[in-house]
């Protein structure tokens, strides 16, 4: 099993900055992809960005220039810096994580989601 935990939400006057951190633990083997989504009550969870384990990064359009993905493999960790927030940015945001862990003695792909972390911005 793969567990990922989030960590760095609360609530954040707009204009203002939060980090999230997801830490993954497990029998992991490897982590190809670590991402951050985030859905607000009663619409889709939708992708905020993505990086992959060579360091390509993706974003959604709406938060590009404002936050930055990063992660330290070392210790199967992802951050989110979220830079001038606004209220649109109010939601649930997930880790994920997709890689290989070992399972009965083999390989095997896993894809994972935290329990999910609340950010709120007042205006």
């Known amino acids: 099993q793969v567990q990922l935990v989030e960590s760095g939400g609360g609530l954040v006057q707009a204009g203002g900055s939060l980090r999230l951190s997801c830490a993954a633990s497990?029998?992991?083997?490897?982590?190809?992809?670590m991402g951050w989504y985030r859905q607000s009550p009663g619409k889709q969870r939708d992708l905020v960005a993505s990086i992959q384990r060579g360091g390509n990064r993706n974003y959604a359009d709406s938060v590009k220039g404002r936050f930055t993905i990063s992660r330290d493999s070392a210790k199967n960790t992802a951050y989110l810096q979220m830079n001038s927030l606004n209220p649109d940015d109010t939601a649930t945001y997930y880790c994920n994580a997709v890689g290989l862990r070992r399972e009965f003695g083999r390989n095997e792909e896993f894809r994972a989601w935290g329990q999910g972390t609340q950010v709120a911005v007042s205006s």
């Open positions: 497990g029998s992991i083997v490897s982590i190809n992809t």
